[in-house]
């Protein structure tokens, strides 16, 4: 099921706080405690928060990211408006890589009609979504597909992707640190989207406005390597200076 934006609002507390009661969240929010209960409830349900008597905190590891079912509910709204803005800018009859993540596949659905694409991808559930386009060319990375999210890692992804240089890469992130590094749990996921970068001539970043201030492991590259950001909401500080600086475009879906 999808998150309304009330629980948006307050799963961005709960990660802004770390830890927090029932009742300043009622505070915060405006709404009773009664529905911040049952918000934290159907979040708690999902893995997106931990509750404890009184209070909420957040369930983030720095070494493991949400599963792939929790990560595909989480903002679904938003990464659909992100997908449809990332596909109004993708031309026809060009060269695309889509690497792992919910919001690449998001990307991989709105592209589904247009036409004369060739695309790359180390994510079958990107390749299965796309191969059903009859005017796109789909080429799979091989290599060790994780069972948890259908995504190909290891040393054979890196250098069949090494083969290649398309026009655009289209990249998610699990997270956006507060010094502009783009961070991930994989370090064998990290090493073949560090090649997907480094084999394209734009780099697109999707990544929804859960991802800013969030912690992970491995870090993948920094906003200096990517050319345009696609996200759903104004960044936070301090990125609107550290995306400029980088000069970065950013779109707002």
């Not at 349900?45 to 595909?72: C, D, I, M, W, Y």
């Not at 992707?161 to 990290?190: K, M, N």
């Not at 929804?208 to 500080?237: G, Y």
């Amino acid at each position: 099921m999808n998150t309304n934006p009330r629980q948006l609002l307050l799963l961005d507390e709960v990660r802004q706080r770390k830890s927090t009661t029932v009742e300043q969240l009622a505070d915060t929010l405006g709404v009773t405690l009664q529905t911040v209960r049952r918000d934290v409830q159907r979040l708690a349900e999902q893995g997106l928060v931990k509750r404890f008597h009184g209070g909420v905190r957040v369930p983030t590891s720095t070494v493991e990211n949400l599963a792939h079912t929790q990560r595909e509910t989480l903002n679904a709204e938003g990464k659909a408006r992100i997908a449809r803005a990332v596909a109004a800018q993708v031309p026809n009859d060009c060269s695309l890589i889509l690497n792992i993540g919910t919001t690449t596949e998001a990307i991989a659905r709105a592209l589904q009609h247009h036409r004369g694409l060739r695309v790359l991808t180390n994510n079958l559930n990107v390749a299965a979504l796309l191969s059903g386009n009859p005017d796109c060319e789909v080429i799979v990375a091989g290599g060790v597909v994780r069972a948890r999210d259908r995504g190909i890692v290891g040393e054979a992804a890196v250098d069949f992707i090494r083969q290649f240089r398309v026009d655009i890469a289209l990249i998610g992130i699990s997270g956006i640190e507060i010094d502009g590094t783009l961070r991930d749990f994989d370090y064998r996921e990290v090493k073949v989207a560090q090649t997907i970068i480094e084999h394209a001539r734009e780099v697109w970043l999707a990544a929804d406005h859960t991802k800013f201030h969030r912690p992970a492991m491995v870090q993948l590259a920094t906003l200096a390597q990517i050319d345009r950001l696609f996200t759903d909401e104004p960044p936070p500080e301090p990125f609107p200076a550290l995306l400029q600086e980088a000069e970065v475009l950013c779109t707002v879906a």
